[in-house]
């Protein structure tokens, strides 16, 4: 399924130079867990697998995962020693990675803060980054990818899983199959364009193009943080990548938590 990846991604991607290997698995519990585990790590190495069978997104929430029809990725980035490249950064570029590619594929994607992405209100993809932070040692982020390309709505129904956002898949939104290699390929490619760009520095770009594809700007929403309800307006992103919100006549820089839909 993804034999040519890296011989193509090498030959062809027009942001290739970050790219160092291409690890192809058949299946595996988790790309993320993957990674983790490795004992030599290195910047600019991909781990894609078949399939996953304990994908997970945020809160070790389940991510459905299927051979055939999901993309199930993780890429290795060093931790930025930088304090003007925040690394609470890393999962808004990575949705902007998610949302160059869906485009190239007919969708019109929104992102969701702080890392989902949606196609008309329902969720395509999921992004979880995991630091692997060890003293005097080399660090880097796992960033962690899932695309649900070739699902169907049959297949979502046999999980019976109560979705916290609702779900879909390129299949269905399109009406048709995609080559996985395809997607993989323009998803990594847009990565690659995404990190060098963090990497000099264009913070402006990466949260100019996030706020052009923002689901919920200037929109009420409602935000769980710390097992608490907040509801306000959604005003903008900080350049750590921070949500601002606007509630009570005042704004609030939120850190964390989770927009509901």
């Known amino acids: 399924m993804y034999e040519k990846l890296e011989s193509r991604l090498k030959k062809d991607a027009a942001n290739k130079d970050f790219v160092k290997k291409i690890l192809c698995l058949d299946s595996v519990d988790s790309t993320n867990n993957y990674a983790l585990s490795m004992e030599t790590k ?25 051979e055939g029809k999901s993309i199930a990725l993780s890429g290795i980035v060093k931790y930025p020693e930088s304090p003007k490249l925040p690394p609470t950064l890393v999962p ?23 890392n989902d992405v949606l196609v ?29 390309v070739n699902l169907t709505n049959e297949d979502f129904a046999e999980d019976k899983i109560s979705y916290v956002v609702p779900p879909t898949s390129m299949n269905i939104e399109t009406n048709g199959n995609h080559n996985l ?13 995404w990190i ?17 594809n923002w689901n919920d700007k200037n929109k009420e929403v409602s935000l769980i943080r710390n097992e608490k309800l907040l509801k306000g307006i959604a005003k903008r992103v900080t350049n750590k990548g921070e949500l601002v919100l606007q509630y009570k006549d005042k704004e609030e820089i939120i850190s964390s938590g989770e927009i509901k839909v």
């Open 92 to 114: 808004l570029l990575s949705s902007n990675a998610v949302v160059d590619t869906l485009i190239k594929f007919g969708l019109n994607p929104k992102v969701k803060w702080p």
């Open 181 to 193: 290699e395809d997607v993989a390929f323009n998803l990594i490619d847009s990565f690659c364009f």
């Open 120 to 148: 008309n209100s329902k969720k395509i993809s999921g992004i979880l980054c995991e630091s692997d932070y060890k003293k005097d040692s080399n660090n880097f982020i796992i960033v962690g990818i899932g695309i649900n």
């Open 196 to 212: 060098n760009e963090y990497k000099n520095r264009n913070i402006d770009r990466i949260l100019k193009f996030w706020e052009e």
């Open 42 to 66: 290195s910047e600019g190495l991909f781990i894609i697998s078949k399939s996953q069978t304990k994908g997970k997104g945020r809160n070790n929430r389940y991510w459905h995962s299927l």
